[in-house]
């Protein structure tokens, strides 16, 4: 790390600089912000972009969860914190459905429901595939299917959720700069420097929510994850009425063929559908292909037809996007050993998104006092960088 001078008079210096403000740098600004302190969010596209993982009008948030128990207590602050920030807003940005996990029996998506569900003592309903056909018409999954439903899951809106942030953060003081890129960022003694292609800043703080770039902007460690390209679309539902949100629960449904997710149809936005891991397509973020080729349109009008024959209708749209996933699928939250001023939080591997509201709190938590109450230890970097973190 190269060593730099501060001057904390200079109007350059910040208490935080926050480096990418999609869904986890926008909370986090504007936390810090709303917790007075002098903060610089960066980002080097729109706010919000479609380069990233967060843009889109929905994200889906659920309680149970399959890839362990120990994300339904973060869960749950998460939802505290949704419903508080549209308190503050006055806007309405996460819609209640329910959710669905479904699969064989047998499988980790049913048995990681469940077992998340009676750790936490979660009402759920656990449903035959023709139940769940019965309950919620839009669905046609084989007979053979299991699913777990939970009703307190449902939709956030996500773009709205962004801008919602960006502009609280801004009336809380909060400096954002837009299509602006980092190209450096340097620690030393108690500082940080940050360089773009426009200037220099330097603050006290330093916190990393780069979302597919997190490996470039922390090169000088280990490569931990592995940037995937996603495609979704949305379908004109030959029978609306099935797809409304009223009856149709977000889902995630695991099967040999592929793991679906989707949406109810919200607006004009018709009916939302994907295949997770798409084309296991690992890619760089600087030159993926963000064209949807017909072979990509094909493979999640496959899936749409077969479950939800009712739903997929002319394809109304179709979009790319990008997981950043780690080998393990947990995320990574901390700060730097060796420069404790740096924070960071990446890998989101996919299921990040409920999280932004909770992960606002964290991050600012680590700005301001290099811990927070919040259990993070799934998260931590040494799992995979093998160097002591605190
Ligand atoms: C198709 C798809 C469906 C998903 N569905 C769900 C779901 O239903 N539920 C759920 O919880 N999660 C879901 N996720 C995951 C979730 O969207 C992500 O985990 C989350 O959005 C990650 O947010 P982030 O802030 O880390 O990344 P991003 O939102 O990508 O933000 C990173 C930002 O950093 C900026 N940046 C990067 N490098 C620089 C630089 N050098 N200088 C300045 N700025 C920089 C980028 O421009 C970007 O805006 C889904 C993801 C995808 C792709």
Redesign the pocket.
């Known amino acids: 790390m190269d060593s730099v001078r501060t001057d904390s008079s200079d109007t350059n210096h910040y208490d935080v600089i926050v480096?990418?403000?999609?869904?986890?740098?926008?909370a986090t600004v504007c936390e810090l912000a709303e917790r007075g302190k002098k903060v610089l969010g960066?980002?080097?596209?729109d706010?919000?972009?479609t380069?990233?993982?967060?843009?889109?009008a929905?994200?889906?948030?659920r309680m149970a969860y399959y890839q362990g128990g120990d994300y339904v207590t973060l869960v749950r602050s998460a939802f505290d914190l949704w419903r508080k920030l549209e308190q503050k807003t006055g806007e309405t940005l996460l819609h209640v459905t329910g959710s669905i996990d479904a699969g064989l029996p047998d499988s980790e998506i049913v048995q990681g429901s469940l077992q998340s569900c009676r750790e936490h003592n979660l009402e759920h309903q656990v449903l035959s595939g023709k139940e769940l056909c019965e309950k919620f018409p839009g669905y046609q999954f084989p007979e053979e299917v299991q699913g777990i439903f939970q009703a307190d899951g449902g939709v956030?809106f996500?773009d709205k959720i962004?801008k919602a942030y960006v502009r609280l953060a801004q009336q809380y003081g909060a400096e954002i700069h837009a299509n602006?890129?980092?190209?450096q960022w340097h620690a030393a003694d108690n500082s940080v420097t940050v360089i773009?292609e426009h200037g220099q800043y330097t603050a006290d703080k330093l916190v990393i929510?780069?979302?597919?770039?997190?490996s470039?902007?922390m090169s000088h460690l280990p490569e931990m994850v592995a940037p995937e390209r996603?495609?979704?679309a949305w379908f004109d539902p030959i029978k609306p009425e099935l797809f409304n949100p009223s009856h149709f629960p977000?889902f995630n449904l695991l099967l040999g063929e592929g793991h679906y997710?989707g949406f109810p149809v919200y607006d004009e936005t018709g009916f939302k559908f994907?295949r997770?891991h798409h084309l296991n397509e690992i890619v760089d973020?600087d030159t993926m292909n963000r064209e949807v080729s017909d072979y990509d349109k094909k493979i999640v009008r496959q899936g749409a037809e077969k479950f939800f024959p009712e739903g997929a209708g002319d394809m109304l749209d179709s979009?790319t996007?990008?997981?950043?996933n780690t080998e393990d699928e947990h995320f990574i939250i901390g700060t730097l050993p060796e420069s404790p001023q740096v924070s960071f939080?990446?890998g989101?591997?996919?299921?990040?998104?409920?999280?932004?509201s909770v992960m606002g709190e964290i991050m600012a938590d680590l700005a301001e006092h290099g811990k927070t109450q919040h259990d993070i230890e799934l998260f931590r970097l040494d799992r995979f960088t093998g160097v002591g973190q605190k």
């Open positions: 480096l990418g403000v999609g869904g986890m740098g926008s960066i980002d080097r596209y706010i919000p972009n380069m990233g993982s967060s843009h889109g929905t994200r889906i948030i956030l996500a962004i602006e890129q980092v190209t773009t929510t780069a979302g597919p770039w997190f470039k902007m996603q495609v979704v977000v997710y994907g997770a973020p979009a996007c990008i997981y950043t939080a990446g989101f591997s996919g299921h990040g998104f409920k999280f932004c």
